[in-house]
């Protein structure tokens, strides 16, 4: 027999809460951005749990989209910051105070 | 009944240990690493432990799109960012604005945790099963159910993610582009540079309000090969464009 569900849920848990504080106490970008993978990545587990404790192939369905949604994010994401430090020395988000270039 | 660590069978309990302690490790390092570049390998080892995981529920195929996608080519992707910014230097922790933030983000988070972790304790309200298939049971492998229910049930979701894919790039590529109005040097200052015979370095400056077009660089550039080498004076002028000799450094 493997490991019971709650586990799983409860390891998610902790992962998903420890990129959420990550991402409020970080100051870089590039770390913040970091976190969120992480927060996707403990959604993801959670969502293989399910998929596992209810004998369902959508959670796996679900976990493939967020792959290819983190994938295109990352993408744009990356890009903005680079456009943003393009011009700017600093790489903290409180250097990132306005909108207009 | 609680559940208990025990109830599974050593393999999968030491592996669940193991893999577990992984990811948190991993995610913890990510956000305790002063440099971003030790934080990118952190979430490489995190991902890892998920990876791990994920095989052991039965989920092979995206276990290895894991590996593959985000440890191979996101994090890459990370890496490659942070050193073509340069910011790989540490972040002054101690030039903290709001110092009263940190504590109250650490205190959110306890507090979801624990939210959390006593909602997974709870029995899941279980409806229908939705329409994707079951996991196991069925006599195939996994890539072999997943796929086929990818390219049935989910046909037209996976269309819509490669248009995103589409647009994700073409944005990127838009948002990455440098301006080309700060090139280097232009054809109609090679051009210049070979009439006027010298090595033009720095060939001439514009002085005018309003962008200069194309058209209007190169005819200063010719008028200005046209005026030898008077530094410093006015050599021509069209249409409210004063150019200008600079002295060669």
Redesign the interface.
């Known amino acids: ?11 998610s ?10 991402l ?5 970008v ?2 913040m ?3 969120v ?2 927060m996707l ?1 403990a959604a ?2 959670a969502f ?5 404790e ?8 679900a ?3 967020v ?10 994401g ?6 943003i ?2 011009r700017r020395v600093g ?2 988000a ?1 250097d990132v105070h306005v909108l207009k270039g | 009944m609680t559940p208990h660590l025990l109830a599974a069978t050593l393999p999968d309990g030491l592996t669940f240990a193991i893999a577990g302690v992984i990811a948190l490790v991993g995610s913890l390092g990510v956000v305790l690493s002063r440099n971003p570049v030790h934080s990118a390998l952190m979430l490489i080892m995190s991902l890892f432990g998920v990876a791990v995981l994920f095989v052991e529920q039965d989920a092979q195929f995206l276990a290895a799109v894991q590996v593959i996608v985000y440890a191979g080519a996101i994090v890459v992707l990370f890496l490659f960012v942070i050193m073509l910014l340069g910011v790989d230097r540490s972040e002054a922790i101690a030039t903290e604005p709001m110092p009263a933030q940190r504590l109250m983000a650490v205190g959110l988070g306890i507090l979801a945790l624990v939210e959390i972790a006593l909602l997974s304790r709870e029995r899941w309200p279980l409806g229908a099963h939705s329409v994707a298939g079951k996991a196991r049971g069925t006599g195939h492998s996994n890539v072999y159910v997943l796929g086929r229910s990818l390219f049935t049930t989910y046909l037209l979701p996976f269309e819509v993610t490669s248009a995103l894919l589409v647009i994700a790039v073409i944005g990127a590529i838009v948002l990455a582009r440098r301006p080309r109005t700060s090139a280097g040097p232009t054809e109609g200052e090679a051009a210049a540079a070979e009439a006027g015979g010298g090595p033009l370095v720095d060939a001439g400056e514009l002085v005018g309000s309003g962008a200069p077009s194309a058209e209007r660089r190169v005819e200063a550039e010719e008028a200005l090969a046209r005026a030898g080498d008077r530094i410093g004076e006015p050599v021509g002028e069209q249409e409210g464009l004063t150019v200008v000799r600079r002295p060669e450094q």
């Not at chain 1, 409020?24 to 870089?28: F, Y």
């Not at chain 1, 293989?48 to 596992?52: G, K, P, Q, S």
């Not at chain 1, 209810?54 to 369905?61: A, K, R, S």
């Not at chain 1, 792959?67 to 744009?76: F, G």
């Open positions: 027999m493997s490991v019971p569900a709650d586990f799983y849920l409860t390891l848990a902790v992962m998903f809460t420890i990129g959420a504080v990550g409020l106490v970080r100051r870089n590039l770390v951005f970091m976190c993978e992480l990545n993801n587990l293989i749990t399910f998929a596992r209810l004998n369902d192939v959508g959670g796996q369905i976990v493939f989209f792959l290819v949604v983190a994938a295109a994010e990352v993408v744009v990356l890009g903005i910051i680079v456009a430090f393009r790489a903290t409180d």
